[in-house]
């Protein structure tokens, strides 16, 4: 059996993204990892960070992003079905640059490929979430956050990234363009995993944290409305009141250990606490009120959720 690693990127360094700890993460299991990487700008460093890794394992593929040809985020998909054509394995393990797994999960996620490969009812393997916010001691636990996604894909020619490369559906004939098309996809059929995604996309100074969000605004709305929105907007993200949100009391992984030793923005966060708050998604009382029932009465279950797979039992 082998797993192939694969992820997409573009001014990773510039954008305050965690690029070398999400491919180191998965390295181990991986006989290989395929990066796209973007046109990135003049002052980005992200192939010197990637190639600090200093693993013969990792393949660079140097792409362009055209956001014209493809608008709405979807140049994210494609950027991610360029990595995954060039994959070889049987399995092809997704981290987007944000997105780190812990050494302790690395064997257990091995033994699920292996339990798996033959039974071909099983497209890909889904994996539970924790998404961190505004610093690495707390993470949101909220119905306004997706709790589980796909990826781990079987290496299947009509399986490709959707919408924002969030995630994947089968799409038979596929045209390479219209990621965000409904009709004549499929959802996979997906098994767990007990392991989870540490997601950091939401850990940046304030300052990065603006910087990411234009950029994903420009990607997804274009650029003259992104900088149209971003004009009203603050230099800095407010994260609002950290107090409400769950603390994480367990150990990140290894890869992380520097990069965590290197935040230094915590009176900036402090300093917001003060102000009237920012009412984010998940601080809204509809989500507040769903969370609370579902973590109460449900296990942590999410009821009325989209979720883009089948779950089969396996």
Not at 25 to 30: A, Q, V
Not at 249 to 261: G, K, S, T
């Amino acid at each position: 059996m082998r797993i192939s690693g694969f992820t997409m990127v573009r001014n990773a360094t510039k954008l305050y993204y965690p690029i070398k700890q999400a491919i180191a993460s998965i390295l181990p299991i991986c006989d290989e990892f395929v990066v796209a990487l973007g046109d990135c700008d003049a002052d980005d460093r992200t192939l010197d960070e990637i190639r600090s890794i200093g693993s013969d394992k990792i393949r660079i593929i140097r792409t362009e992003w055209d956001l014209d040809k493809y608008p709405r985020g979807m140049e994210h998909a494609h950027q991610t079905d360029i990595a995954k054509a060039a994959c070889t394995g049987d399995w092809l393990f997704y981290v987007q640059s944000d997105e780190v797994v812990h050494e302790d999960d690395l064997p257990t996620i091995r033994m699920r490929c292996e339990e798996l490969l033959h039974d071909k009812t099983v497209d890909g393997i889904l994996f539970k979430y924790r998404h961190f916010w505004g610093d690495y001691d707390h993470y949101i636990t909220s119905h306004a956050w997706y709790a589980n996604e796909i990826r781990i894909v079987r290496n299947d020619k009509d399986i490709h990234s959707w919408e924002s490369a969030q995630s994947f559906r089968r799409i038979p004939d596929f045209d390479g363009i219209h990621y965000r098309q409904k009709k004549g996809t499929f959802k996979l059929k997906v098994a767990r995993v007990d392991a989870y995604i540490y997601h950091y996309g939401w850990v940046r100074p304030p300052a990065y944290m603006q910087k990411k969000r234009k950029a994903f605004e420009t990607i997804h709305s274009g650029r003259t409305r992104a900088e149209e929105f971003f004009r009203k907007e603050q230099e800095e993200f407010d994260f609002g009141n950290l107090s409400q949100l769950s603390v994480y009391q367990d150990a990140h992984p290894n890869v992380m250990q520097e990069r965590i030793r290197q935040f230094n923005w915590a009176d900036q966060l402090e300093r917001r606490r003060h102000k009237v708050p920012v009412r984010h998604k998940h601080e809204r009382l509809k989500y507040r009120i769903l969370t609370f029932i579902e973590q109460t009465f449900l296990g942590g279950r999410q009821i009325m959720s989209f979720k883009n797979y089948r779950l089969v039992s396996r």
